[in-house]
């Protein structure tokens, strides 16, 4: 029951921070909504068994800010908030986008699965704190010093 | 009724939708470079999914260890080539 809450509640803040991204004007407010997009999905990697690949996909994600917060202010008119009149919402595209996802969803919903259910009790969340450990601090000491040399690199280009 | 494999795969579907509308309906290549990596977390999300079919199967986390060091390359490489067409164009939008 826990699962299916955390579930649902990880899977609106996916759905609504990839619709931003999508369909903000703003690039820096897509920006950010990308980074927490791909934080909720490693969220979803924890209840799926696959705790490592979670902390290697934060690391993902603080390659895809360097990339972003290093190019970005070098492209200084994005940083203006004028929205570009180029992106325009075409509706023929998310017809056909939203008829694609149907299709697709209603496949999965009519396949016969073999075994349907996930087995959520073979999973411990105690492995992140005991056996992952390391892993966790050293993640962290990577992404502060990514974090510090990004700032760094920073200044750096703007005296 | 709990959340089994299709509710995973309805998800990853849905971020797939979404990628393919910001890479065909956007002119921006940095909108068009987070589409891309919109489609490669909807496929991530499906590895790791049909990892943990009928059991928990550790291979399919190997391949999601090749495939996520080769995403990191890959997005790397993006970022270098909408730099250098900033440089030569002086302008991050596509051309019609």
Redesign the interface.
Known sequence: ?T??II??VF?VV??LS??V??FSKN?MR??FA?FL??IA?SA??VI???E??AL??IL?IS??AI??LI??P??KF?FSTEE?Q??K??FI??IT??L??AI??SI??S?R???????YD?NSYTLIFSKFMPLVILVAIIASVIIFLTKFILKKNNS | MSVGINHFIFLSAVLFGLGIYTIIGNKNIIKIYFGIVLLLSASLINFVTFSNFNGFNPEGQITIFILSALFILLIFIGGLIGYNYYKQYGSIELEQ
């Open positions: 029951m699962y299916d579930y649902y899977a996916i759905v990839a619709l991204c999508a690039i897509s920006a990308l997009t791909l999905v979803l990697y799926l068994h696959s490592l690949f290697v996909n993902f390659g895809i990339m972003i190019f970005i070098k492209i994005l570009s180029l992106n919402t075409h595209s998310v986008i939203s694609l996802v697709i969803s999965v919903a396949t699965w073999q075994r349907f259910e996930i087995n073979v």
